[in-house]
Structure formats: structure tokens, C-alpha cells
């Protein structure tokens, strides 16, 4: 694995670290395919959470626009180059939503453009105070279509236009409000909360919390009628499975469920 994209597992948690503070942490070619690479690998294997943190001074910055200049190199004046890398970070993005495993961000300093992206799109976000997040592409004459995909489906539509066509950020108690993180704490208490939140998703049934996540994403796209129908055949698979009948049998008998998994 490269250097850009730091690896830790214990006790059933995967940390992540983005490791290019000179870019901060921007989403260049190399992240994007370390990313990709290790959620690829993660996802055939035993962790039960994973939290996705970052190194320097900022969470990330978005897409390299270094990078995306020399792209209008090319003949078609970058055209294809383009639509290649929103291409390869929207399946980033998907492989995070579709990962078995819960996706936390650790979050602190700037999450702009595709890194406000990454925080959406992650399935929980704890953030230090001083966190910022914006979508801030119009700064600089790109809309940032793309990042507010997943910022649309967290952040009410109004609030996330105005972010998109004004550039403002949202502090990191504003992301609370909005719907956008889980919560904002001293950055002196950031490593202790996300710990204690993938601890606690840790300890629970694997099998229960990948069938969730799995339902929790595809139902929330879906009309009410069908969302039931899913959620039901969930709720079937979830009760077969024999640490299921475990851990309501140690509920009823008020003791703490023997799971093997």
C-alpha cells in the first residue's frame, strides 16, 4: 500500500488515514486508486467498522486541481481526462455506501468540494469544532455537481444550493444542524469520540449491522411501498441467521449474547 493512503486494524477497527498533507489530502489519481484499492480489500474482510481520518491540518480539499489542469493537455482539451476521474471518485464514493462495514470520518480542518463529498457520504461523521465544510467550487467558475450528490441527500436542499451557488461553509455545529455530521467536539476530545462510537458499532452482530447498512442506503432511494417489501425480506434474512436467535434468547433470559461472529 502507498504512503498516501495509512492502513491500522485492531480490534475489529480499520483506520484509514489520507496521508498528503502537502495536498491536503487532496482526491489526486494516487488517493483515489489507494482508496479503491483498500475498500476493495476491506470489504472481503473481518472488520466489523472502519473510520476514515486524515493527516495535516485538513480533512481534505477535494480534487487536485494541479492534476486537472494538465489534463487540458490533451486533444479534446481534457474532456475525456475529466469524465474519467468524476468517474473513478463516484465509484469511490459508491464502494464507501456499499462497503459491509459502517464508514466513520474523523474529521478536522477543511473538508471542501469532493472532500464535503466524502464526509456525506460517509455513513457517520464526527468532527473537531473548528471543522469547516463547503462545496466552494464556484469560487473558482466550477459548480461542484458532483460533490452535492451525496451533500443533497444529507443537508436540505435549500441550504445545500446556497452552499453550492455562494461558496459559504458551514461551521462545524452549522454541519450538525444541517444534518451533514453526527456531532462537533473539541478537537482535544476528537480521537476518544470516534473511538468510543466504533467500539460500540464494533461490539455489535456483524452479520445484523452489514444487512443493515446494505437496506439503510438501497431503501432510502426507494418509493415507501417497495422500501417495506426490502426492509421486510432484510428483517427475514437478519432473524435466520442462528446468532440472531442467540442474542434474542440471551435478551430474554437477561444475559449477554454468546455470538460467534
Known amino acids: 500500500m502507498s504512503d498516501i493512503l495509512l492502513r491500522a486494524d485492531a480490534d475489529g477497527i480499520t483506520t484509514l488515514t489520507l496521508n498528503d498533507p502537502g495536498t491536503l489530502n487532496s482526491l489526486s489519481d494516487a488517493m483515489l486508486a489507494a482508496l479503491r484499492d483498500q475498500l476493495s480489500d476491506i470489504s472481503e474482510g473481518s472488520s466489523r467498522v472502519v473510520v476514515l481520518r486524515a493527516a495535516g491540518r485538513a480533512f481534505c480539499a477535494g480534487h487536485n486541481l494541479r492534476e486537472m489542469q494538465d489534463m487540458r493537455q490533451h486533444e479534446d482539451g481534457g474532456a475525456a481526462a475529466f469524465g474519467d476521474l468524476f468517474d473513478r471518485c463516484s465509484a ?16 478536522h480542518g477543511l473538508a471542501t468540494a469532493a472532500g464535503c463529498q466524502l464526509v456525506a457520504t460517509c455513513d457517520m461523521a464526527i468532527a473537531s469544532q473548528d471543522a469547516e ?62 473511538a468510543a462510537i466504533a467500539r460500540k458499532v464494533a461490539e455489535k452482530l456483524s452479520t445484523a449491522v452489514r444487512i443493515g447498512k446494505g437496506v ?5 432511494e426507494l418509493p415507501v411501498e417497495a422500501a417495506y417489501h426490502l426492509t421486510r425480506d432484510a428483517m427475514v434474512a437478519n432473524l435466520a441467521d442462528d446468532d440472531t436467535a442467540e442474542g434474542i434468547q440471551a435478551f430474554l433470559e ?3 449474547p454468546r455470538w460467534t461472529q
Open 254 to 256: 437477561k444475559r449477554a
Open 216 to 220: 439503510f442506503h438501497a431503501q432510502a
Open 92 to 107: 469511490v464514493m459508491a464502494a464507501i455506501q456499499t462497503l459491509p462495514q459502517p464508514v466513520i470520518a474523523r474529521v
Open 133 to 194: 465544510f463547503g462545496v466552494n467550487g464556484v469560487d473558482i467558475g466550477l459548480f461542484c455537481s458532483t460533490p452535492m450528490v451525496a451533500l443533497t441527500r444529507n443537508v436540505g436542499r435549500k441550504r445545500a444550493f446556497e452552499m453550492l451557488s455562494t461558496g459559504a461553509f458551514l461551521t462545524a455545529p452549522e454541519a450538525v444542524a444541517a444534518g451533514l455530521i453526527n456531532r462537533a467536539v473539541p478537537q482535544s476530545a476528537l480521537d476518544d469520540a470516534v
